[in-house]
């Protein structure tokens, strides 16, 4: 979960944020994948989701502001997908409550960030990059 310059889109609001999501969620998957116990693990699970739950709202509302101020065409589908995710992790939080912090609901969890973020960082963000690179271009 190391940060790569690639993932950097111009704006300093948005990497430093992104920046910060990738340093939480490799913190996480150290400690998950850590030899201690799994009882001491739950703490920083715990962490976790209560960062992302507050920390992905505030800055899918940061990248949504930042993409209507540029006129992003693509920006109301992803809206959709912030939205789509911030469900997801509500569901997490919802199982979390339900089950508890069993190992193979917070590894299914620890996969679900993962994935998110690097494809979303990665693949869906670079086009506000790109976005912004054909203005600059073309100014």
């Known amino acids: 979960m190391m940060w790569k ?4 889109l111009g704006v ?3 990497d430093k944020q992104h920046m910060e999501l990738f340093e ?3 913190s996480f998957l150290l400690v998950l994948r850590s030899k201690e116990p799994w009882e001491l693990k739950v703490e920083k699970v715990k962490e976790t989701l209560e960062f992302m739950k507050e920390y992905v709202v505030k800055h899918f509302h940061d990248e949504e502001c930042y993409q209507r101020k540029v006129g992003y065409p ?4 992803h ?3 912030h939205a789509e995710f911030t469900s997801e ?3 997490f939080v919802k199982l979390f409550e339900e089950q508890g912090y069993e ?3 917070v590894q299914k969890f620890a996969g679900k960030l993962v994935a998110w ?8 963000d670079q086009k506000i990059a790109d976005y912004i690179h054909r203005l600059e271009v073309e100014a």
Do not use: G
């Open 89 to 91: 992790v509500q569901e």
């Open 5 to 8: 310059d690639k993932y950097t």
């Open 103 to 105: 190992e193979p609901l």
């Open 24 to 26: 939480r969620v490799e």
């Open 79 to 81: 809206c959709e997908i």
């Open 117 to 124: 973020l690097i494809n979303h960082v990665a693949a869906t």
């Open 74 to 77: 693509d920006c109301n589908r």
């Open 12 to 14: 300093d609001l948005i």
